[in-house]
């Protein structure tokens, strides 16, 4: 089992600046895909950015240029720098674990999800 606890959140201005932390416990093997997915209210579940085992990373058209995902392994912790904040990037983030090492944007190829963490950007 794993548990992915996000944190980070919060309420920001247009143009500014978040990062999102995702803690992973339990079984940490490193070796899987971790991601960030987002539900904006009222509208479905999206993929925003993935990162496998290899360190590549893979971002949404939405997010590209302003968000970057990292890890960090010895402390088992996930990274969603969010920056050039909109307010269509308003919504509930959640941190995920992959099914495979190979990243994936399709929900079901991700096995474990945070309870997410609220991002809120006023214009």
């Known amino acids: 089992q794993v548990q992915l606890v996000e944190s980070g959140g919060g309420s920001v201005q247009a143009g500014g600046s978040l990062r999102l932390s995702c803690a992973a416990s339990?079984?940490?093997?490193?070796?899987?895909?971790m991601g960030w997915f987002r539900q904006a209210p009222g509208k479905e579940r999206e993929w925003v950015a993935s990162?496998?085992?290899?360190?590549?990373?893979t971002y949404s058209d939405s997010v590209k240029g302003r968000f970057t995902i990292s890890r960090d392994n010895t402390s088992n912790t996930l990274y969603l720098q969010m920056s050039s904040l909109k307010p269509e990037d308003t919504a509930m983030y959640y941190c995920?674990?992959?099914?495979?090492?190979?990243?994936?944007?399709?929900?079901?190829?991700?096995?474990?999800w945070g309870q997410g963490t609220q991002v809120t950007v006023s214009s």
């Open positions: 339990g079984d940490t093997e490193s070796s899987y895909c």
């Open positions: 995920v674990r992959g099914r495979y090492s190979i990243c994936y944007i399709g929900e079901h190829t991700y096995r474990y």
């Open positions: 990162l496998n085992t290899y360190h590549k990373t």
